[in-house]
């Protein structure tokens, strides 16, 4: 029997993103697929760093050639790890998937047993693909938000990227934890969309994007931040005294062209927030909080389903900003 999968392969500067029809023994003959657990992947998605790889545009994948896809849900199909058993669901997301081990943009994956997550009863296979990296990354961020003390009360909570994956998540978890959303994007268009998913105000990014000065007007209790560069910088140096900021996210840049002046003069606390290694028990922590309390109605709105032949296209789209919310690709639609 055979699989399908986006399959990725470079020789030099010679670059190739493929379908690929592959055998179901390469998952045991292949390094880059250990584990003891094989998936039958259900659904992945595309998050940022995919259109990356898929696209080439950053040496995301550290070794060749790879199956593309950082995130996956399916059902177990074999497992010789007791934790897990034939028919169970999971759900699996960074790890080097996609980076330094075969990933989930195909029908079938051989994963390490501690990197699954038993599916919430709540989701289904498609639900934990809208929610994806993306959405983990985004409640890890509440979390930290929530758990420095940060209350509705406290005053205005800053998502920037708010139409993105990662933004789109946070408006809707925070606004549903009563928390008062400014949503800062670069799609006016999409205000609307962000009002609906909760949002109390929409600004424009370019607001925050250019070069500022290194204290600014106090605006922000928390601030969810996924841009970083100058965007961050700003956000940092509007933030109230004694606030959080947490940084997931690079869409503007790597750099940080900041001051330390928000940290020693208004004690702001800066948080980085890592999906890719976030123990276990984060982890499952996260998962639990997005199954009770992320309003899953508000999946559909944020999503697009593709097929497995789509994600060339919409990688391309994804790294130009045109896509908004999640993308999610069944991977199991015919072409």
Known sequence: MSFTAVYLTKDGDLFSAELKHLEDNVLDSNPLSEGEVVVRIEHSCINYKDGLA?????PVVRVWPMIAGVDGAGIVESSSAPKWKAGDRVVVTGWGLGETHWGCLAQRARLKADWLVALPGSFSTADAMSVGTAGFTAMLCCLAVRNEGVTPTSGDVLVTGASGGVGSVAVSILSSWGYRVVAATGKLNEADYL????AAEVLDRATLAAPGKPLQKERWAAVVDSVGSHTLANACAQTRYGGIV???GLAQGMDFPASVAPFILRGVKLIGIDSVMCPMER???AWSALASDFDARKLDAI???VGLGDVFA????ILAGRVRG?????VNRAP
């Open 54 to 58: 898929i696209a080439n545009r950053s």
């Open 195 to 198: 009002l609906a998913l909760g």
């Open 246 to 248: 947490t940084a997931c």
């Open 283 to 285: 982890r499952t922590s």
């Open 303 to 305: 999503t697009t389903v």
């Open 314 to 317: 919409t990688a391309e789209q």
């Open 326 to 330: 999640r993308t999610v690709v069944d």
